[in-house]
């Protein structure tokens, strides 16, 4: 069965021996999907290149736009008016800045494009979709994929010269068909790091942070950055005995904040950190807003706080991850945090079970995905 939206006719296979894999440094959740990407593709024999899309922007455009995009965090009704007016339908603003950013992105690219020859370029940021589309109208034989991370694709991710995209519902396949109609699209659960399919058990993650056993206890991590009321929210659940581990990400100001705590017991603070799968292994409840952690935490199996405070396409995946099950949503205050929180450790059900049981297993789904326009694991085209 060909995926949705594909014409039915899979290309010949073909195997590979390199990828260029683009992703995007704004927070870490493209970053984590990359590597799950990485993972998978040198598990097939492949060898992989990554680059950072906002690094290739160089210092002062790549500065300028995160400056912008944070600032826009700032200011919830300017970032919906740009997100729904521009970027959802395709706004001359927006059609501008991604033409010049990706072809700024793909000059950056000679060399890897060179090494590549005819493999595979894979973009799990939007803008790199659309310096892979630079590079093969100036000739390149690569073939261009895009790994959609948003619940609904926006016109920066979809473009003509993209072989096939992969999306993670049938909503997002339907928003980008809103853009292309006869789009090649292929459906799979979302990559997820190996290291979430092998969190620890929660009593071992308590017992190496702690935390005693019998508490009630909650993550709390919004996006790498650490916005929202990461620190407030801490403390008044603490207050109403509460287990509080609290990450700020790359905020340093929140960390020296949360380390300053550092009479309070209850609250356990983390600056960036690699041990996000053993802190969601030992929480009865993952407070985040929408993104790649959510993903996270239903691979290891908890039940997810949203805060709704990501504007714009953040909206969009709150909604889609509040339709999936197993998460509630919040404001963006203490108050509404920490009524939600006990709300959700309230319910007693398992939440549904993430329909991936491994990274090996969604890596066999992520060739058979890339297998529609010819790409196999090395050496696999010569087999049966």
């Not at 959740?29 to 593709?41: K, P, T």
């Not at 892979?132 to 390149?140: I, L, N, Q, R």
């Not at 949203?306 to 969009?316: A, K």
């Not at 450790?345 to 890596?363: F, K, L, M, R, Y």
Request: proline share 5%.
């Amino acid at each position: 069965m060909s995926p949705p939206g594909h014409s039915g006719q899979v290309s010949p296979p073909r195997d590979i021996g390199r990828a260029l894999l683009l992703t995007g440094s704004i927070g870490n959740g493209h970053r984590s999907v990359a590597q799950a990407c990485e993972d998978a593709l040198e598990s097939g024999g492949v060898e992989v290149r990554t680059r950072d899309s906002m690094e290739l922007l160089g210092l002062i455009r790549r500065s300028f736009g995160i400056h912008a995009y944070r600032r826009l965090l700032s200011f919830p009704g300017i970032y919906d008016a740009f997100h729904f007016a521009q970027l959802r339908d395709g706004g001359h603003l927006a059609e501008r800045s991604d033409a010049a950013s990706s072809k700024v992105i793909a000059s950056g690219l000679d060399e890897e494009f060179a090494w590549l020859g005819d493999g595979l370029v894979l973009s799990v940021f939007a803008t790199g979709t659309g310096a892979a589309e630079v590079a093969k109208y100036h000739g390149s034989s690569s073939v261009s994929v895009a790994l959609v991370t948003d619940a609904a694709a926006h016109v920066l991710w979809v473009h003509e010269g993209t072989d096939l995209f992969i999306v993670g519902s049938e909503l997002t396949a339907a928003t980008v068909r809103q853009h292309r109609p006869r789009a090649p699209i292929a459906v799979l659960t979302p990559p997820v790091r190996r290291e979430f399919y092998d969190a620890p058990p929660r009593s071992s993650a308590r017992q190496s942070l702690g935390i005693p056993e019998d508490a009630r206890c909650a993550l709390i991590m919004t996006s790498g950055w650490g916005i929202g009321p990461v620190l407030e929210s801490s403390l008044l659940m603490s207050k109403r005995g509460w287990w509080v581990m609290a990450v700020a990400g790359s905020n340093r100001k929140l960390e020296r904040r949360l380390r300053s705590l550092g009479s309070n017991p209850r609250i356990i603070p983390f600056g960036f950190t690699e041990r996000v799968p053993e802190l969601m292994a030992a929480a009865d409840v993952v407070v985040t807003s929408s993104g790649q952690a959510c993903h996270e935490a239903r691979v290891v199996g908890r039940r997810m706080v949203l805060m709704d405070i990501v504007p714009g396409h953040g909206r969009e995946n709150m909604m889609h991850e509040l339709e999936l099950g197993g998460a509630v949503a919040c404001l963006g205050t203490p108050e509404s945090v920490t009524a939600a929180t006990e709300a959700c450790a309230d319910i007693t059900s398992e939440p549904e079970a993430w329909p991936v049981s491994s990274a090996d297993q969604w890596g066999k789904l992520f060739f058979e995905a890339l297998g529609t326009v010819g790409i196999v694991p090395r050496g696999a085209s010569g087999r049966r």
